[in-house]
Each structure stands twice: as C-alpha cells, then as structure tokens.
C-alpha cells in the first residue's frame, strides 16, 4: 500500500493567495512504525492536532481518532449501498 502525503503551498499572486496542492508517495505505515520504533516522545508541539483541537498525543488518543474514522467509513459505504 503506498500512502500519499499532501502538502500545500502558498503562491502570492497580485489578486491575492493561491494555494497549490502536491501529492508524493511515502513509506508505508509499517516501515513508519518499524522507524518510530525506538524514536524519544513527542514533545507537547510535536503532535498531530485535529481540526476539533483534540490532540493525537498518546497510543490511545490515536487509537480512538482510529475507531472514529472506521465508524464514519463504514457509514459512508452502507449509505453507497443503500442509494
């Protein structure tokens, strides 16, 4: 499985802010963990902060971000399949 990482960039342009989107691929989610392995803890600005300012800084936090996204992709297929 190769994951893509999007990053944006900011163009200034006279009528304003242009942002440009760009896709790579990257590592897979195994050879991430494999390398996060022996990595020290986050420091407190070194963590994933969701759009609801819920902070994925611990095993547990990520883990239940996790289940939530499940839940919301098993929705999203059965209302597919339900139209």
């Known amino acids: 499985m190769v994951h893509l990482v999007v990053s944006?960039?900011?163009t200034r342009e006279p009528e304003g802010i242009l942002w440009a989107m760009?896709?790579?691929p990257v590592m897979t989610a195994e050879e991430w963990f494999e390398g996060m392995r022996h990595a020290a803890?986050?420091?407190r600005d070194d963590v994933t902060?969701?759009?609801?300012g819920r902070r994925l800084d611990s095993r547990e936090a990520v883990m239940e971000?996790?289940?939530?996204?499940?839940?919301?992709r098993a929705q999203e297929a059965a209302?597919?399949?339900?139209?």
């Not at 209302?79 to 139209?83: F, H, K, R, S, W």
Request: aromatic share 8%.
């Open 22 to 24: 760009a896709a790579q």
């Open 8 to 10: 944006r960039s900011v």
């Open 49 to 52: 902060i969701l759009w609801d």
């Open 79 to 83: 209302a597919t399949t339900d139209g």
């Open 65 to 72: 971000w996790l289940a939530e996204i499940e839940v919301k």
């Open 41 to 43: 803890p986050p420091t």
